[in-house]
């Protein structure tokens, strides 16, 4: 007759094996802690290494020393690296493994992979970004980019990484992971279409309550079209740089008696919105007219509104192609349009505006999701 063996009888037990021999199939790599920094207009602060012979760009931040928590490297390098002692760490945007065999593991010393931890480090104030003091030996500049131009100037694993990261940040998602630059998991929306931040300078003019006075045009009309939930319709315009967010809207033409006009029939052309009960928030200033010709001072108005209905998803007759819907809170739409403060107290006046004319609650923060091709049927 056979004894039966166990599982066990077959290998070394487990005590009998010395502290060696234990290491020896234990994966190394090496451990990397970056913090992912922007200003107030929502532009990716990069820092240039003096000892990097591709003259590639990096997100601040450094190695994890033996024996360190990764925020506590992310830390220590931040105050290392920009001379910042009090930039909070609010969470992790994204979780990276990078393998050896990747094209981007180009390195002189036997590389065993990576794994790095991308830290939320919120927006510096003008004030904190004046106060930045580099480490000359290891550091020659910095500077605040906006998403396009910083994945130029990194690797492009470090630029996926970026955008993932930054992504995650604006649409309120989950950590996102990643290898070898792709997602493990669900794409975001943000990520499946390529959204970038549209980066404005902070506008010079106020924002204007008063009526528009009769002596200057209406250039343009665009609003925050809330649904029944208090958020907002965002479009994505697709180009060969990635897709730039924006209100639905656009360009007063003469066929149009009002702006109204020019947002319902935007709305209805660019996203399938149909309104209601547009409100007008007030008006900015712009001096030249420079985009629509060089008529010279215009105004350019914004507005809120009540979407009663979504259709089908189609091409946009200006432009040749559907936009990407979205539906954000209104802060996450200010951030992902790049207006900065003045856009966040836009957003804000829109979202109280709603409440208090259409009884509409505050947008909850949740991901940004994606209105279905089909439409959507709104209570």
């Given at each position: 007759?056979?004894?039966?063996?166990?599982?066990?009888d077959?290998?070394?037990?487990?005590?009998?094996?010395?502290?060696?021999?234990?290491?020896?199939?234990?994966?190394?790599?090496?451990?990397?802690?970056?913090?992912?920094?922007?200003?107030?207009?929502?532009?990716?602060?990069?820092?240039?290494?003096?000892?990097?012979?591709?003259?590639?760009?990096?997100?601040?931040?450094?190695?994890?020393?033996?024996?360190?928590?990764?925020?506590?490297?992310?830390?220590?390098?931040?105050?290392?690296?920009?001379?910042?002692?009090?930039?909070?760490?609010?969470?992790?945007?994204?979780?990276?493994?990078?393998?050896?065999?990747?094209?981007?593991?180009?390195?002189?010393?036997?590389?065993?992979?990576?794994?790095?931890?991308?830290?939320?480090?919120?927006?510096?104030?003008?004030?904190?970004?004046?106060?930045?003091?580099?480490?000359?030996?290891?550091?020659?500049?910095?500077?605040?980019?906006?998403?396009?131009?910083?994945?130029?100037?990194?690797?492009?694993?470090?630029?996926?990484?970026?955008l993932?990261a930054?992504?995650?940040?604006?649409?309120?998602?989950?950590?996102?992971?990643?290898?070898?630059?792709?997602?493990?998991?669900?794409?975001?929306?943000?990520?499946?279409?390529?959204?970038?931040?549209?980066?404005?300078?902070?506008?010079?003019?106020?924002?204007?309550?008063?009526?528009?006075?009769?002596?200057?045009?209406?250039?343009?009309?665009?609003?925050?079209?809330?649904?029944?939930?208090?958020?907002?319709?965002?479009?994505?315009?697709?180009?060969?740089q990635?897709?730039?967010?924006?209100?639905?809207?656009?360009?007063?033409?003469?066929?149009?008696?009002?702006p109204?006009?020019?947002?319902?029939?935007?709305?209805?052309?660019?996203?399938?919105?149909?309104?209601?009960?547009?409100?007008?928030?007030?008006?900015?200033?712009?001096?030249?007219g420079?985009?629509?010709?060089?008529?010279?001072?215009?105004?350019?108005?914004?507005?809120?509104?009540?979407?009663?209905?979504?259709?089908?998803?189609?091409?946009?007759?200006?432009?040749?192609?559907?936009?990407?819907?979205?539906?954000?809170s209104?802060?996450?739409?200010?951030?992902?349009?790049?207006?900065?403060?003045?856009?966040?107290?836009?957003?804000?006046?829109?979202?109280?505006?709603?409440?208090?004319?259409?009884?509409?609650?505050a947008?909850?923060?949740?991901?940004i999701?994606?209105?279905?091709?089909?439409?959507?049927?709104?209570?």
């Open positions: 007759m056979t004894t039966p063996v166990s599982g066990s077959d290998v070394a037990p487990r005590a009998a094996l010395s502290a060696g021999q234990h290491a020896v199939p234990r994966h190394t790599v090496w451990v990397g802690a970056a913090a992912l920094v922007t200003d107030q207009v929502g532009r990716v602060l990069l820092v240039h290494p003096t000892y990097r012979e591709d003259d590639r760009w990096l997100l601040p931040g450094g190695v994890v020393e033996p024996g360190e928590h990764p925020h506590v490297a992310c830390r220590r390098e931040i105050t290392e690296e920009l001379g910042l002692t009090s930039l909070p760490l609010s969470g992790v945007l994204a979780v990276h493994s990078l393998s050896p065999h990747h094209p981007d593991s180009q390195h002189s010393t036997r590389f065993p992979g990576e794994i790095r931890f991308v830290f939320d480090g919120g927006t510096l104030t003008p004030d904190q970004a004046e106060a930045i003091r580099l480490p000359r030996e290891e550091l020659s500049e910095y500077a605040f980019l906006e998403t396009r131009d910083a994945v130029q100037r990194l690797r492009p694993v470090d630029g996926q990484i970026m993932a930054y992504r995650a940040r604006l649409g309120n998602t989950a950590t996102a992971h990643l290898a070898d630059g792709r997602h493990i998991l669900d794409v975001p929306v943000l990520d499946r279409h390529d959204v970038h931040v549209r980066y404005r300078p902070l506008w010079e003019s106020p924002f204007n309550r008063d009526p528009v006075p009769e002596r200057l045009p209406v250039q343009q009309a665009w609003a925050w079209c809330f649904v029944p939930d208090g958020r907002v319709v965002l479009l994505a315009d697709p180009g060969p990635g897709a730039l967010p924006m209100l639905p809207g656009g360009t007063v033409e003469k066929t149009d008696a009002t109204e006009d020019t947002l319902h029939r935007e709305a209805a052309e660019e996203a399938q919105l149909a309104l209601t009960d547009p409100v007008r928030l007030g008006w900015v200033l712009d001096e030249t420079e985009v629509y010709g060089g008529v010279g001072p215009n105004a350019r108005l914004r507005l809120a509104a009540r979407v009663t209905a979504v259709g089908p998803a189609a091409v946009d007759p200006a432009t040749g192609h559907p936009f990407a819907r979205l539906l954000a209104p802060a996450q739409a200010a951030a992902l349009l790049g207006w900065g403060p003045p856009g966040a107290r836009q957003a804000l006046l829109a979202a109280e505006t709603a409440r208090e004319r259409w009884g509409l609650p947008a909850r923060p949740v991901a999701e994606e209105i279905p091709a089909e439409g959507m049927r709104l209570s």
